[in-house]
């Protein structure tokens, strides 16, 4: 069975750092562009970083310069390393495959493109 498993979330003070890790078993990863998204209480789920098979990358506005995605094919395996961590980003975080678009200067957008969620993990940014 083809399925996604996140991990790596935890309680973390304003300022700190997590890693999160997206584990792909039942398919090969290196296929796919796959992306992290977070659902913060009471919002809808955004995007917050995708990656591509070539490394092309994506990261929504208010991360950019504080998160990195990664990936290691080998381990089948996507990464989000999280810098910085502020309060308003306690959520809890998914990663899925993804669509993306973009232009010359790189990726400029991506998309979930499978309606079926893993259960996420808790990040909570909290004194």
């Known amino acids: 069975q083809a399925q996604l498993v996140e991990s790596g979330g935890g309680l973390v003070q304003p300022g700190g750092s997590l890693i999160l890790s997206c584990q792909a078993s039942g398919f090969s990863l290196y296929l796919y562009a796959i992306g992290w998204f977070r659902q913060a209480p009471g919002k809808e789920r955004e995007a917050v970083s995708c990656?591509?098979?070539?490394?092309?990358?994506y990261y929504e506005e208010s991360v950019k310069d504080r998160f990195t995605i990664s990936r290691d094919d080998a381990k089948n395996t996507v990464y989000l390393q999280m810098n910085d961590l502020k309060p308003d980003e306690t959520a809890v975080y998914f990663c899925?495959?993804?669509?993306?678009?973009?232009?010359?200067?790189?990726?400029?957008?991506?998309?979930?493109?499978?309606?079926?969620w893993g259960q996420g993990t808790q990040v909570t940014v909290s004194q």
């Open positions: 990656i591509t098979g070539y490394n092309s990358t």
């Open positions: 899925q495959t993804v669509g993306t678009a973009g232009d010359h200067e790189g990726l400029n957008r991506c998309w979930a493109d499978s309606d079926l």
